[in-house]
């Protein structure tokens, strides 16, 4: 009998052989960084070449956090005794001197740069494939033509289902944003369904609608201009949720405008998150409080969020059940993706530990 993956926010576990973002690459650099991932604390940092590295944040002698240290060259040196870890992990100088021992060592996590995202790899280093990397071009941030750029991060106090389902959950528009980007339309309107391999999503189209008062700034359009409009949400399991909207001006023909928010989501523990947002799009954005609209948009989920989970907590699981109805389509099927992820290292786990 297969293993129940409890797949219940709140407390739902993640896979770990997969890539999650670690960071922004604008914030890593010869300073020692100390970041939660996936309940192991990392320190990351660059070394003379800018090659960014991420180590286990205790040094294996009597436990002091090596992002306390210092760097010396492209090693991390213990703030505590003065022991020295290399890129790869290896004490390579006990400034006590004699004989280094073996165990005296910290794992080295493979990193990966990408645009401007560090993704790092938690799990079995030989299963580190970079093609599980969400593509990037299908994103958008590194379309050809198009304009992207880093955004925000932010820490949310839950697990990490609730910011991602709720990032990819339409029917929450209306009464939570307040017209912000949505006229009131959304939670109503038909959807279709699409499941593709390790991605689900919704599709909903509109027409001839009014756009809301954040879409009017943030595209530089009249408010009395109406578009036809195409609503994307897509969960990529594990990492990223992509919001896509395409307009096209009833107006003019001429006008199509496709505007990407991509959110990767980091699990920092069971009852954390770290989201790493970004606004890609193929028109230039010049609007200089476009990141702070961003934040105060995202704030007003991770409120809702954070009182989720902490009421959760406080009643307990039998006392907190869920009940779900037909638009949580995408969150169920988005679910079962994750539990056959997890099902799967579970079962590579108990096949090699029997060799």
Not at 97 to 105: E, F, L, T, W
Not at 195 to 217: C, N, Q, S, Y
Not at 250 to 266: F, M, P, Y
Not at 276 to 302: C, I, K, S, T
Request: aromatic content about 8%; glycine content about 8%.
């Amino acid at each position: 009998m297969q293993n129940e993956i409890k797949m219940l926010p709140g407390v739902a576990p993640y896979p770990v052989n997969q890539w999650y973002v670690a960071a922004f690459s604008r914030e890593i650099g010869r300073d020692l960084s100390s970041r939660n991932i996936l309940g192991v604390p990392v320190v990351l940092y660059r070394q003379e070449d800018g090659t960014p590295v991420a180590l286990f944040d205790r040094c294996p002698h009597r436990g002091m956090p090596l992002s306390k240290g210092k760097l010396l060259g492209n090693a991390v040196q213990c703030g505590y005794h003065g022991m020295e870890f290399g890129a790869d992990g290896r004490c390579g100088h006990i400034p006590s001197g004699g004989k280094i021992p073996v165990a005296m060592c910290v794992d080295s996590y493979p990193v990966l740069e990408k645009w401007e995202w560090i993704w790092i790899w938690m799990g079995d280093p030989a299963l580190a494939d970079p093609g599980l990397i969400p593509d990037h071009d299908e994103l958008g941030i590194t379309r050809d033509g198009w304009f992207s750029e880093p955004g925000i991060h932010l820490h949310v106090k839950a697990n990490y289902l609730l910011p991602f389902e709720n990032l990819v959950d339409a029917t929450h528009i209306t009464y939570l944003h307040h017209g912000l980007i949505d006229t009131g339309n959304v939670a109503l309107h038909p959807y279709e369904l699409i499941t593709e391999d390790h991605r689900v999503g919704t599709l909903r189209i509109f027409e001839k609608e009014p756009l809301p008062a954040m879409l009017t700034k943030v595209l530089g359009l009249s408010s009395e201009v109406r578009v036809d409009r195409r609503l994307e949400l897509w969960a990529y399991a594990p990492n990223v949720a992509l919001v896509r909207i395409v307009l096209n001006s009833v107006d003019s023909e001429n006008i199509r405008l496709e505007n990407n928010l991509v959110v990767a989501l980091t699990p920092d523990g069971l009852t954390g998150t770290h989201q790493f947002a970004v606004m890609a799009a193929n028109f230039p954005n010049p609007h200089p409080g476009r990141f702070d609209d961003l934040r105060n948009l995202l704030m007003e989920d991770v409120v809702v969020i954070e009182e989720i989970q902490q009421l959760f907590e406080r009643l307990g699981e039998d006392k907190a059940p869920e009940v779900s109805v037909r638009s949580d389509d995408i969150a169920i099927r988005f679910r079962r993706t994750l539990a056959q992820m997890i099902r799967s290292e579970q079962e590579a786990a108990s096949e090699a530990a029997v060799r």
